[in-house]
């Protein structure tokens, strides 16, 4: 399986703050590689695939870039509705697999 | 739109049966996955079932479980035998786009059954 390690487990920030979340791959997978939000007690919700492509209708201040076995998340303008687990997921092969997510909290 | 639907509080070495309800489109040219999620493993995907009914599991569950797909009734559905206490998760059911144009990523999610096995 390709495993799939995020850094760091938890994150806090001022609103305004520029935050990054960083997603490495045990094995290259290219840029098959997607991001995920999710609020507690509601399902995973895509905000970016390919590495890099906004999902339409999430907000310019995320950004995904990377390729191979890196991948960074960026928010660059921390906002109290971005409170939330951020998850990657390799889509490469199966079985597909997850990060084990970053807590992202507001100061 | 998905929904799941199945019981929620089940018994080990019995069986689950889950079932994803889709509203709103067509089940042609996407993958239809189901995903759990617990505090222990975090995310796992379990497997999923093509519209041509082609399925691929998860090799740690592979002996334990069944996909089906009733494109008429529009809904996917999971079994798993038997169960265990760990397998205590929410599942969710997902649809997956792909898987190389573009990139392979889930695109929509159900809302998550909560699945508690206890004796």
């Known amino acids: 399986d390709i495993q799939m390690t995020q850094s760091p487990f938890a994150l806090s920030g001022f609103i305004g703050d520029r935050v990054t979340i960083t997603c490495r791959a045990s094995q290259t997978i290219g840029d098959s590689l997607s991001w995920y939000k999710q609020k507690p007690g509601h399902p995973p919700e895509l905000l970016i695939y390919?590495?890099?492509t906004l999902k339409s209708g999430v907000p310019s201040r995320f950004s995904g870039r990377g390729s191979g076995t890196e991948f960074i998340l960026t928010i660059d303008s921390l906002q109290p509705d971005d409170v939330a687990t951020y998850f990657c997921q390799q889509g490469l092969r199966a079985p597909r697999t997850f990060g084990q997510g970053t807590k992202v909290e507001l100061k | 739109h998905l929904q799941e639907s199945g019981p929620g509080l089940l018994k080990p070495s019995e069986i689950l049966s889950l079932t994803c309800t889709v509203s709103?489109?067509?089940?042609?040219?996407?993958?239809w996955s189901w995903v759990r999620q617990s505090a222990e493993k975090g995310l796992e995907w379990i497997g999923r079932i093509g519209d041509d009914g082609n399925t691929v599991f998860n090799p740690s569950l592979r002996s334990r479980v069944a996909m089906s797909l009733d494109t008429s009734r529009m809904q996917f559905s999971l079994s798993m035998f038997p169960l265990v206490a760990a397998d205590t998760a929410v599942y969710f059911c997902a649809r997956e786009v792909g898987p190389v144009i573009p990139p392979a990523h889930f695109d929509l999610w159900g809302q998550g059954i909560a699945v508690s096995v206890a004796s």
């Open positions: 390919g590495a890099s």
């Open positions: 709103g489109g067509s089940m042609t040219s996407f993958y």
